[in-house]
């Protein structure tokens, strides 16, 4: 995988911490950073299913009334559309 550098200016008391905590776990400061920004952004779209999830969970029968679904029913194969009159259909 290709590599960009970046350039980030922090204060001296947070470049210090950083140096130690990448010390503590045995890697460069680049992994280190490079780690925190995916751990960092996995939590961001696991807050996002969660939060998707908790939607439809408090939306459910709203959903269900809208487009004709039970709630608590496993989906079902979809309605035929009505194609009477169309150019190829019979």
């Known amino acids: 995988m290709a590599k960009t550098q970046l350039n980030v200016r ?17 890697v460069s ?5 490079e ?5 960092d952004a996995g ?5 996002f299913v969660e939060a998707a999830s908790d939607f439809m969970k408090q939306y459910e ?3 269900a009334e809208e487009f004709g679904r039970d709630t608590g029913s ?3 194969p ?4 009505n194609r009477e009159g169309l150019p190829g259909t019979t």
């Open 78 to 81: 979809a309605a035929p559309a």
């Open 29 to 33: 400061m680049n992994r280190y950073i």
């Open 10 to 26: 922090v204060d001296e008391a947070t470049a210090e911490a950083a140096r130690e905590r990448a010390l503590q776990r045995g």
């Open 43 to 47: 939590e961001v779209g696991q807050t």
């Open 74 to 76: 496993a989906p079902g």
């Open 35 to 39: 780690e925190l920004v995916l751990r």
């Open 61 to 63: 029968r709203v959903f």
